[in-house]
């Protein structure tokens, strides 16, 4: 069974709409979750998690996804930001958020971005070194080293001033401790680093922060803490781009559609009239009375009536 074109142009049409509209409630009707001062909390500290909408949402409600639940959240609302104060461990979690409007409760923003609160200070600090030193020259490659005699699963490190951190499991060493090696690559200028232990059970607790371990860099710098996870610039542009083709054949059907529709509909309302004529005349031809108004008219349709009356 074949497919007319409109009925193919209208699926096409409804595809890439439907991708824009998906795209739409999950981009920008999506609030933003954030952690001020930083999602690394000390325990018995505090933090303010904030929310924010583009599209005028301006009340919240917030909820834990993981972990142990929290509740002083149940049944909670919010204006832009909630504090958390003092912090527990049951705090550390994944968190998101929901607008709504104050008039309209039953029309909700898509959930927030998820935000991970971690919580520190729950176990004996780990060290923190660094190979060959905590100072080298410019392009010298440096490895820092998280150890502890805690069994720790994971190791964590920061850098001072970074949101994220790099994370690498822990191995046991000959020494008898639990240990974690972080190559930076060539070094390139002077930074300050910690890192944190945790457990696969409860991979946001974390041990309190190592020493402080500043790495000193001789020579000229340059750029770069490694970040594998963070989308590069290339992505940034390819994903750009597919919206921007994506927009513009959406805009081209809309444009082409209604003249094509216009077209066919103008086709069929010219051909009307021809089909009726044509259909009085041979209903004529058909008659003995209209044979001389069909010779007149259509000589192949007047050889057929003579014939057949010569036949008769």
Same mark, same amino acid.
């Given at each position: /069974?074949? /497919?007319?074109?409109?009925?193919?142009?209208?699926?096409?049409?409804?595809?890439?709409?439907?991708?824009?509209?998906?795209?739409?409630?999950?981009?920008?009707?999506?609030?933003?979750?954030?952690?001020?001062?930083?999602?690394?909390?000390?325990?018995?500290?505090?933090?303010?998690?904030?929310?924010?909408?583009?599209?005028?949402?301006?009340?919240?409600?917030?909820?834990?996804?993981?972990?142990?639940?929290?509740?002083?959240?149940?049944?909670?609302?919010?204006?832009?930001?909630?504090?958390?104060?003092?912090?527990?461990?049951?705090?550390?979690?994944?968190?998101?958020?929901?607008?709504?409007?104050?008039?309209?409760?039953?029309?909700?923003?898509?959930?927030?971005?998820?935000?991970?609160? /971690?919580?520190?200070?729950?176990?004996?600090?780990?060290?923190?070194?660094?190979?060959?030193?905590? *100072?080298?020259?410019?392009?010298?490659?440096?490895?820092?080293?998280?150890?502890?005699?805690?069994?720790?699963?994971?190791?964590?490190?920061?850098?001072?001033?970074?949101?994220?951190?790099?994370?690498?499991?822990?191995?046991?060493?000959?020494?008898?401790?639990?240990?974690?090696?972080?190559?930076?690559?060539?070094?390139?200028?002077?930074? *300050?680093?910690?890192?944190?232990?945790?457990?696969?059970?409860?991979?946001?607790?974390?041990?309190?922060?190592?020493?402080?371990?500043?790495?000193?860099?001789?020579?000229?710098?340059?750029?770069?803490?490694?970040?594998?996870?963070?989308?590069?610039?290339?992505? %940034?542009?390819?994903?750009?781009?597919?919206?921007?083709?994506?927009?513009?054949?959406?805009?081209?059907?809309?444009?082409?559609?209604?003249?094509?529709?216009?077209?066919?509909?103008?086709?069929?309302?010219?051909?009307?009239?021809?089909?009726?004529?044509?259909?009085?005349?041979?209903?004529?031809?058909?008659?003995? /009375? %209209?044979?001389?108004?069909?010779?007149?008219?259509?000589?192949?349709?007047?050889?057929?009536?003579?014939?057949?009356?010569?036949?008769?």
């Amino acid at each position: /069974m074949s /497919m007319s074109p409109t009925v193919i142009i209208l699926a096409c049409l409804g595809f890439f709409l439907d991708q824009s509209v998906w795209a739409h409630v999950g981009g920008q009707d999506k609030p933003f979750c954030s952690a001020w001062p930083s999602a690394v909390v000390p325990q018995g500290g505090h933090v303010t998690l904030r929310c924010h909408c583009r599209r005028g949402f301006n009340i919240f409600t917030l909820y834990k996804k993981d972990g142990v639940p929290v509740p002083e959240l149940y049944n909670r609302i919010f204006w832009n930001s909630f504090l958390i104060s003092p912090v527990t461990p049951a705090h550390a979690g994944t968190y998101r958020c929901r607008g709504f409007h104050p008039h309209s409760p039953t029309e909700w923003s898509a959930p927030s971005n998820p935000l991970v609160i /971690m919580v520190t200070g729950l176990y004996e600090k780990p060290s923190l070194t660094a190979r060959p030193g905590p *100072t080298v020259r410019a392009g010298e490659n440096v490895t820092l080293s998280c150890s502890s005699q805690s069994s720790f699963d994971i190791y964590h490190l920061s850098r001072e001033g970074e949101a994220h951190e790099l994370r690498l499991p822990a191995v046991p060493s000959i020494n008898g401790t639990f240990q974690a090696d972080f190559p930076l690559g060539p070094a390139t200028h002077g930074e *300050t680093y910690r890192c944190f232990g945790s457990f696969h059970g409860s991979p946001y607790e974390w041990s309190d922060p190592s020493d402080p371990l500043p790495v000193s860099v001789t020579g000229n710098p340059s750029s770069s803490w490694p970040s594998p996870t963070e989308p590069s610039f290339k992505t %940034g542009i390819a994903r750009h781009l597919h919206a921007v083709i994506r927009y513009s054949v959406a805009i081209i059907l809309f444009t082409i559609l209604p003249f094509f529709l216009l077209h066919r509909w103008c086709s069929k309302k010219k051909s009307k009239p021809h089909e009726a004529e044509a259909r009085e005349l041979r209903a004529l031809c058909g008659s003995r /009375m %209209g044979a001389r108004r069909c010779c007149c008219n259509e000589p192949r349709a007047c050889g057929t009536q003579n014939s057949e009356q010569g036949g008769l």
